[in-house]
């Protein structure tokens, strides 16, 4: 008896002691909560950091020079066509949509409204986070609404006038808000840019990769330039019978104002008199290509580095590995068109023509020709697992069965330490925006004013740095500007511009033509020019189309036209 | 696995063996109990005879409480302490029943004798009269709940290496369903009743009184049952209980003398479907019409589709079959097991030892598992009152699978073309299938490509110690304790691997095609550590009495405490130079990471109890209930009551019944209802909070330095809490023909409320909560229908005959979905079944060039696309024009046939499988270059010349809209209803003159199978059962297995 009331006596014992008090209240172990947060000035900061990471990078499976008339994608499963025929709808997002090939994505209003979610709540928690000086909340305060702005700047891009939301949004609301204006769009972005510098919040900031008001300016500049384009002011007439001209256009104040407004800001920048051209070596094509290539420089102005420690292959690896030729070890799979390869100038400041040159198409051209694109006859490398031999590109070769335009990117790779197979990786950051694009901001201010002069002159800037001659004073009115066009496509190649830029200079149709790529017959040392693919080009792709399933949660949302 | 392993073996089979010999060696063996004394005729009455007796167990120990009935009366008494009864009967011929769970019933004829003694013999399958429920057992007679019972010797009868594949068919309203037949990984979901929530349909699996352990991977050979509480008789395990409660009991040795056990299996196994595909010259003729329909000349002459076809030139124009080229046509499995059972009423024990292994579909397959198992289950009686048990099982789960996903394998079977080479003629692997995924499933199916090997350990040790309070009768007290261990440790290690390309032309000196070979792949290791721990104590006070032999009382309660946690870390080095040593010391130290977590540990702490009440077996009445806290929610919302209420009704035990012409048909029919509430809160915990998680990679500021960042990762809701679920059933248990013949039907009706909805659905994106949205406890779903057995035993010219249908039908409906608030009338989910998809209706195929006047289309169709059907006719198709279907993956109906024929020693079991009502979204993406296409397509494909109606033209992967995953539509959703053979066993048990001879108590031979015939109208191409896992690629996904086995058990 004595034993079993023993037993007894232990098992309750036993059956007490599991449950403590607090014993249901346990915590996560994977996760941080919102205290933990906010109430670290690291954490805080690291939240931040992660805002950062949503601004696009237009390097994917992918490359968004493939959505335009700069490069072809040679895998193509639909989801790029879409875009290159103006077949996109609202159920069809395509290119646009949240998928891991897609350069895009970071482009995906669904994306780009969770990074502004983050700029809100940010803004809304750093208030009375633990924060050790306040000079650093204040910086921190205007990064966010530096970011806020860079967000709302994506998706004006792309849908003209949106929804304006700039405060933490709650499950149980009434989700049916309907879009802004566009004017009211651009208004915010340039409200939010100006936020950001308010009483010198950033003016101890100089890491370039976060917001400075170097970057503040810049973007400004070129969210002005845009916004003062001929897609944005001519009342949506293109679109007629549109009921909502005021969400994808001004409907009336003075473009001059514009023009001047966006000079303004490129002026500031200029003014600054931090940034200047790259100039470092002599060999101007050397020149152009280092300009990338290097870890810091003047013509920085806002740039993003890559995690080379968890991202495996990415930045400019990925370049090399996905885009590269087949003989340097990569697959070739986005392609620069002919297209933009004959839109290089001759070295003497002339148009370059294919039939007029087509025996020998690739001497005397502009240098920065040669630092963009592999052609035939190219010096390059073979790579064999890291062991770089020299040997000149051979299209021919390189081409076999499989379909190809003839050109490979150059641009961005290092071939001395691009080594991807071996953990040898470039280290180079990737240039979100530089000196080079503020120039040609304000020459195109400049040139929508009527001040030939200072856009000539800020053209001629580039144009010498590139070792090309400078435009002649002869040149004015519409032949100057499809010069300034022509400058700005091969300056800025691949980098994110070109798709933007044919819609609102609204050259698309002629944009969206043929991609021609170049054969070269060896037997005959000849060369020609062929399609490599048809596109189409259909008005209502100015703008992208909001989707289907947000038109169905969101009932107060006007579609763009056309959709 | 080679020499050393082997000795390991044998060593793991003897030692148990030594171990329960000595034990029983040990025991001291009770003496016999003195018979006693004849108690003598007292004849009080000429109209009543008195027979008296004392009634022994198997040890010859005196059994009190025996129920010692006058058959077909109510007349009945109970034996004493001492196992004596008395007994008034009136009819001298009488006979008396005897009963005790746990023990068979006798039946013995009075015929004049006034002193009948009796032994019990314990009832090997106790299951025919007890059910294992919640806490506890109960009288199968006397149930009220909705419970269904398979017995661990059907279970073995399938040559399945996972429990999960066995049980398909068995339990009426027990759905299986197959997910993937690799070795290792190969198991089936389970479901009770179908799903009722849109969330984890998961039950709740309890083994030996334990939840939340792992059913599958349990050596089938020590499996007693497995009960599945379908109804409110779950209530009892509260928040975990409303998907039903699945419990496994092992088996326990009896008091008897050892007996040895020994099975030998050898099975061979391959898909039960493989996809037949194009040839060369039927792919590069489809390649043709696409570019004819792209207006673009063609890429093959018809003197090269000549040479695919011919065969002439396999070098430059193969034909491959890739299946054929990396499947084996058979691949071996085994499994063995050793079973020791017995003891004294002091101390028993039953130790199993098992291991098993099964290879791979792969040539050389890098696929393989191999499982070893002990435990042992030991049962001691320490004092008159107070009875230990102490169980141990240990496992190791040994697999190895390619570094490439065996599904991402099977996916490269399906897109490879059949003019790519898989290996040249001279043997040597062929070129990559294409430059950017280097794969070469050929290659990647064996160990050249590496190999992710795994050591999962299990151990479960559970104790529990029963009191019988000596003071009051019928009182005991049972204090159980667990403590289970899980340690799986991984080391994934890729090679670098070569392929050889040839250019087409380059000849050797021999002049010999020069082949050119590169290396492929990378080489890594990572090695993974997963720890998981929980440990639950639980102390229930239980009574049982019987008052005035009329009323039965039985009253439980308990309090329980669980713990379970888990955490993890891996670390990883890249780029080693040599194939060996794989360690990572030899990998670069420049490229190495490391990482690790815990997902925070869930607690319960929980309160619970039965009352259950029978009125002289007739009315029945059972209440259950649990009071539950649970660390997974907040504070002010992690306390909640289950309870379950149950009646029955046994009709026949009415005297009216059996003087009735009906009581004379039916033997039993008992009547039953349930009630209850229980809880699913199978969801992620910590929904309370909002939480921000670590991002994969670093910000890199300017001056190299590299920053974690952090995001938002979940937006809180403190009222987050459990689902719940009402339910409800209503059933009939009916015995006809001498209780040979029975049936069972069941009605259900289960309301799943408060079901956890992320509102992705009406929430915009433009909130930018698209990715962290809480969920909230908003959705409401039905799942109702019927569930039947009916069970046939018979007996002629000595052959044992047994049949058992069963059979579910389930439907669920959507009473509140989040839905958009622009979503039309025919798109909403609510009215409609879970999950079912939203597809444009396709309804035929633009036969001839007047179909696409006939029709709106959208502008890029043409003759051979798709129609779909403009729902809202507005002469336009655009997503209003998608409509929601009726029917989703999950079958209506489920049901099994089981037919076992014994004779002599000869038996026959067969066991089909069926199920319907269910659709799957199945796309072949054919395209050029870039995936093959279906040999059925092919043959009925839309032509000029062949303007079929039913089957579209060629297509081109996303090209064509009808094609686009953007645009799903009907044309791609396939009826899986299907009927299959599902196991097959013909054994002969040698007689006992010729094991006698050799000193064998029995020896048996058997010949089995699985999946040996399945019959599926709507789905050909595909296994209609598997749910293809890894990304939904039709085709992707390791097939089903069909086995066929011989197998030898031997008993001494």
């Not at chain 2, 073996?9 to 000595?22: C, D, K, M, R």
């Amino acid at each position: 008896m004595k034993r079993i009331i023993s037993l007894i006596t232990i098992t309750i014992l036993l059956v007490l002691g599991a449950c403590e008090k607090g014993f249901l209240d346990t915590q996560p172990g994977d996760q941080y909560d919102d205290a933990t947060i906010w109430n670290n000035e690291n954490l805080a900061e690291s939240f931040l950091f992660r805002i950062y990471q949503g601004i696009p990078y237009p390097f994917q499976w992918y490359v968004s020079a493939s959505l335009v008339d700069e490069a072809v994608p040679k895998q193509n499963d639909g989801v790029v066509t879409r875009v290159l025929t103006s077949t996109m709808t609202p159920e069809e997002q395509a290119a646009f949509a949240d998928n891991w090939a897609n350069c895009m994505d970071n482009w995906w209003w669904g994306k780009v409204y969770s990074n502004i979610r983050a700029c809100n709540l940010f803004l809304q928690k750093i208030e009375k986070a633990s924060i050790s000086n306040e000079a650093k909340r204040e910086q921190m305060k205007g990064e966010a609404h530096f970011l806020r702005g860079y967000f709302y700047y994506l998706l004006m891009s792309q849908y003209g006038g949106v929804p304006l939301i700039d405060r933490v949004m709650n499950v149980g609301e009434d989700y049916n808000i309907p879009r802004n204006t566009f004017e009211e769009t651009v208004n915010f972005i340039v409200r939010e840019l100006d936020e950001a510098v308010r009483d010198g919040r950033l003016s101890g900031q100089t890491d370039k990769t976060r917001a400075t008001e170097g970057a503040v300016f810049a973007l400004k500049s070129r969210v002005l330039i845009r916004a003062a384009s001929d897609l944005y002011n001519n009342n949506g007439s293109w679109a007629a019978g549109y009921s909502h001209p005021e969400l994808i256009a001004y409907t009336g104040g003075n473009r001059n104002e514009r023009y001047q407004a966006a000079k303004d800001a490129a002026r500031k920048v200029i003014d600054m008199g931090l940034y200047s051209l790259y100039n470092a070596y002599p060999d101007k094509s050397e020149n152009f290509q280092k300009l990338f290539l290097e870890m810091s420089s003047d013509e920085q102005i806002f740039i993003y580095q890559m995690d080379k420690v968890q991202v495996y292959y990415y930045g400019t690896d990925w370049i090399a590995w996905v885009y590269g030729t087949p003989g340097y070890g990569g697959w070739g799979l986005n392609q620069v068109t002919g297209n933009l390869a004959d839109a290089f100038e001759n070295a003497d400041g002339t148009p370059f023509n294919f039939e007029a040159q087509i025996s020998d198409p690739y001497s005397n051209r502009d240098p920065r020709f040669y630092a963009t694109i592999l052609y035939n006859g190219a010096p390059w490398y073979m790579n064999s697992w890291g062991n770089l031999t020299p040997y000149n590109v051979d299209i021919a070769g390189v081409d076999g069965n499989n379909k190809s335009t003839g050109y490979y990117i150059k641009k961005f790779i290092s071939p001395a330490e691009n080594d991807y197979y071996y953990g040898k990786r470039q280290p180079q950051p990737y240039i979100h925006i530089r000196y080079a694009e503020v120039l040609l901001n304000y020459a195109e201010a400049c040139l929508g004013l009527g001040q030939e002069g200072e856009a000539r002159n800020a053209i001629n800037q580039i144009r010498r740095r590139a070792g090309m001659p400078d435009i002649p004073d002869s040149v004015t009115g519409e032949a100057l500007l499809a010069k300034y066009r022509n400058e700005r496509r091969v300056e800025l190649a691949w980098e994110e511009h070109r798709f933007f830029d044919v819609r609102r200079w609204m050259i698309a149709e002629e944009a969206y033509g043929e991609a021609r790529g170049v054969h070269y017959d060896q037997a005959g040392h000849a060369y020609s020019s062929f399609v490599y693919e048809t596109r189409a080009w259909n008005n209502r792709a100015y703008f992208i189309p909001i989707s289907f399933s947000e038109m169905q949660k969101n009932t107060a949302l006007k579609q763009n036209p056309g959709y | 696995m080679k020499k050393k392993s082997r000795i390991l073996l044998f060593a793991i089979a003897v030692l148990p063996l030594l171990f329960a010999h000595g034990l029983l060696k040990a025991e001291h063996f009770s003496e016999l109990m003195p018979a006693s004394d004849d108690l003598g005729i007292v004849i009080e009455d000429l109209q009543q005879i008195v027979v008296s007796g004392t009634v022994t167990d198997e040890n010859d120990l005196p059994m009190p409480e025996v129920h010692v009935v006058e058959k077909g009366t109510i007349n009945a008494v109970a034996t004493d302490a001492n196992g004596v009864y008395k007994i008034r009967i009136i009819n001298p011929e009488a006979i008396l029943q005897f009963s005790f769970i746990g023990y068979k019933t006798k039946e013995v004829s009075v015929s004049g004798q006034t002193v009948i003694n009796l032994r019990m013999e314990p009832d090997v399958s106790v299951l025919e009269d007890v059910v294992i429920v919640g806490y506890g057992v109960q009288k199968k007679a006397t149930m009220s709940g909705s419970v269904s019972v398979v017995k661990g010797s059907e279970i073995v009868q399938s040559p399945a290496l996972n429990i999960s594949n066995s049980v398909a068919g068995k339990i009426p309203g027990l759905v299986a369903v197959g997910q993937s037949g690799e070795p290792g990984q190969d198991y089936s979901t389970l479901f009770i009743r179908g799903r009722s929530t849109l969330n984890n349909n998961d039950p709740l699996i309890v083994v030996d009184g334990v939840p939340n352990r792992s059913l599958e991977r349990i050596d089938p050979s020590t499996i007693e049952s497995i009960s599945v509480l379908k109804d409110a008789s779950a209530a009892i395990y509260g928040s975990q209980a409303a998907n039903g409660v699945i419990l496994v009991t092992t088996k326990r040795a009896a008091a008897d003398k050892m007996t040895v056990t020994a099975n030998y299996t050898l099975g061979y196994s391959r898909p039960t479907r493989i996809p037949l595909l194009c040839n060369a010259a039927e792919y590069a003729t489809l390649v043709n019409e696409i570019d004819y329909y792209d207006q673009i000349s063609p890429t093959y002459t018809p003197t090269e589709i000549q040479k695919y076809a011919d065969g002439s030139d396999p070098w430059r124009y193969p034909s491959t079959d890739w299946f054929s080229e990396v499947l084996k046509p058979w691949s071996m499995q085994q499994n063995s097991n050793i079973t020791l059972s017995g003891g004294s009423e002091k101390a028993r024990a039953f130790v199993a030892v098992s291991a098993r292994n099964q290879d791979g579909f792969f040539h050389n397959s890098a696929s393989k598992y191999a499982q070893y198992d002990l435990r042992a289950n030991n049962d001691f009686r320490l004092s008159k009152y107070i009875k230990l048990s102490v169980d141990a099982s240990a496992r190791l789960e040994k697999r190895d699978s390619p570094t490439k996903t065996s599904a991402g394998i099977f996916r490269d079977l399906m897109t490879a073309l059949p003019i790519q080479i898989a290996s040249w003629p001279n043997g040597l692997p062929g070129p990559p299938l294409d430059p950017t995924t280097q794969n070469n499933p050929m290659v990647q199916a064996t160990k050249a490509g590496g190999v992710n090997h795994s050591d999962n350990y299990v151990l479960n040790i559970n104790g529990k110690l029963k009191i019988d309070i000596p003071w009051i009768e019928g009182l005991s007290w049972t204090t159980a304790g667990a403590l289970d261990r899980g340690l799986f440790y991984s080391k994934y290690f890729s090679k670098r691997y070569a392929l050889y390309k040839w250019d087409g032309s380059t000849l050797d000196e021999s002049g010999n095609p020069k082949l050119i070979s590169s290396q492929y792949g990378s080489s890594n290791l990572l090695q993974h550590l997963y720890i998981d721990k929980s440990y639950l104590v639980n102390s229930i006070l239980d009574y049982r009495k019987s008052f005035s032999r009329r009323h039965d009382l039985n009253l439980t309660g308990g309090i329980e405490v669980i713990e379970n946690g888990s955490n993890w870390f891996t670390a990883e080095r890249r780029n080693f130079a040599n194939n060996y040593p794989e360690e990572l010391r030899f990998g670069d130290s420049n490229q190495q990471y490391a990482d690790g977590t815990n997902p925070g540990l869930n607690r319960w702490l929980n309160f619970f109890g039965r009352v259950n009440y029978s009125y002289e077996n007739k009315y029945i009445a059972e209440f259950v209930w649990r009071y539950q806290g649970s660390s997974k929610f907040s504070p002010e919302t992690r306390w909640g009551f289950f309870p379950g209420i149950s009646l029955a009704y046994r009709i026949s035990q009415e005297d009216f019944w059996h003087n009735s012409r009906i009581g004379g048909i039916v033997d039993n029919m008992k009547l039953r209802f349930s009630w209850g509430k229980t809880g699913n809160d199978l969801i992620a915990p910590y929904q309370f909070y909002s939480l921000y998680r670590q991002v994969f990679y670093s910000f890199v500021t300017e001056d190299q330095a590299y920053h974690q960042t952090y995001s938002e990762s979940h937006a809180g809701n403190s009222r987050a809490q459990w689902e719940e679920a009402d339910q409800i059933n209503a059933g009939i248990d009916l015995a006809f023909l001498n209780n040979n013949l029975t049936f069972t039907a069941d009605y259900f009706n289960n309301l799943r409320s408060k079901i956890l909805i992320t509102r992705t659905a009406s929430v915009p994106e433009m909130t930018g909560m698209a990715s962290i949205l809480p969920d909230v406890n908003l959705g409401k779903v039905r799942n109702h229908g019927v569930d039947l057995d009916l069970a046939y035993n018979t007996r002629f010219s000595g052959i044992d005959l047994r049949a058992g249908i069963n059979a579910c039908y389930a439907r669920n409906k959507v009473l509140f979905f989040d839905e958009a608030q622009g979503f039309l009338p025919w798109q909403q989910q609510t009215g409609h079944p879970m999950k079912s998809g939203l597809y444009y209706d396709a309804i035929g195929i633009f036969s001839t060039a007047p179909d696409l006047d006939r029709y709106p289309h959208l502008d890029e169709a043409r003759t051979g696309d798709v129609i779909f059907r403009d729902v809202n006719g507005d002469g336009k198709i655009t997503g209003d024009d998608m409509i929601r279907i009726y029917k989703n993956i999950v079958p209506t109906f489920t049901g099994g046939l089981n037919l076992t024929g014994s004779y002599k020693g000869l038996e026959l079991v067969l066991s089909f499988q069926a199920q319907a009502g269910a659709v799957r979204y199945v796309q072949d993406l054919g395209g050029k270059g870039i995936q093959n296409y279906l040999r059925s397509f092919y043959d009925n494909r839309w032509t000029e010349s062949n303007p079929s109606t039913k089957y579209p033209r060629t297509y081109n992967r996303n090209d064509e809209y009808w094609v686009s995953s953007v645009n799903p539509n009907t044309y791609w959703l396939r009826k899986t209803d299907f009927l299959r053979l599902k196991t097959l066993e013909l054994g002969y048990s040698l007689p006992e003159k010729l094991t006698g001879r050799i000193g064998l108590q029995n020896m048996r031979v058997s010949l089995g199978g699985m999946n040996l015939l399945t019959w599926s109208p709507g789905i050909k191409d595909y296994d209609p059962e598997l749910e293809p896992k890894g990304d939904g690629f039709a085709g992707a996904g390791y097939p089903l297995q069909k086995v066929v086995t011989a197998g030898v058990t031997i008993q001494f």
